[in-house]
């Protein structure tokens, strides 16, 4: 069935990954592609609320296409919103330049772009790779997705959920794994920049310093991984136990 289907990112709309995501997805579902006129990577859940927002139709691609000045989660409010005549079936937020494991999905603007299609009542898949080095690799993560796109939404995922998926760089990928997310550590630094600022900079620890067992762990090992996350933040067990000490 041809879906009508809604791409960001957080790389901007030239990325690599988008584009093969983009070019896989529209030789068989109607697709419109609405991402950052720039790379916005790491900018979680931002929306640019009080300043202007503007849009641009580009029209060298192949498939219809917006760069947007904002962040990943704007482009997916001003597509639902403004842009589009309707809500589309599905968003795809992706394909990312970079892994988005464990608690990397805080940061993410990938992942912040999939949360807002949920938030929106669009279900969403937000799909991130680790530094590939051809557009080939890309194409070929973008063809798991449409290959196995039936079988992702079969799963039934809640209406609060997207599902976060991470595809490794090993030369022969093992499998997949249905994994929950850990912690994604990292030796992080600021270091002196030459304009008097600061940059942070860090590469993850050595995986026996990771959370094992979880989505950084089987990464490693050469599975793609699809994790449901969600966007409840409530802290039930807590909540009900503070209800019955909490005394006025």
Same mark, same amino acid.
């Given at each position: ?31 419109? *592609? ?41 482009? *997916? ?37 999939? =949360? ?50 991470? =595809? ?9 794994? *249905? ?34 067992? =979880? ?34």
């Amino acid at each position: 069935m041809t879906m009508r289907i809604l791409i960001t990112n957080d790389d901007g709309i030239d990325a690599p990954g988008i584009r093969a995501l983009a070019h896989v997805f529209n030789a068989k579902h109607d697709i419109v *592609v609405v991402a950052p006129s720039e790379e916005r990577s790491a900018a979680s859940h931002g929306i640019i609320s009080m300043r202007g927002l503007s849009y641009k139709k580009e029209t060298h691609y192949d498939y219809e296409a917006f760069s947007v000045s904002g962040l990943p989660a704007d482009c *997916v409010k001003l597509a639902v919103l403004h842009l589009l005549d309707k809500k589309p079936d599905l968003v795809l937020s992706g394909i990312n330049r970079g892994k988005n494991l464990g608690t990397d999905v805080m940061y993410s603007g990938t992942v912040s772009a999939a =949360f807002e299609a949920i938030y929106m009542g669009v279900p969403s898949i937000a799909l991130s790779a680790s530094y590939l080095s051809s557009d080939d690799q890309y194409k070929e993560c973008a063809l798991f997705a449409l290959n196995n796109l039936d079988k992702l939404l079969a799963l039934k995922i809640p209406d609060s959920s997207a599902l976060n998926i991470n =595809f490794p760089t090993k030369a022969k990928i093992l499998g997949t794994k *249905v994994t929950a997310i850990g912690r994604h550590l990292y030796n992080d630094k600021y270091f002196e920049h030459g304009d008097g600022g600061y940059i942070l900079d860090g590469k993850s620890l050595p995986p026996e310093r990771q959370d094992q067992g =979880f989505d950084l762990d089987w990464y490693n090992k050469g599975y793609i991984t699809i994790s449901p996350i969600q966007n409840d933040r409530n802290d039930y067990k807590t909540l009900e136990r503070i209800k019955k000490e909490w005394k006025d």
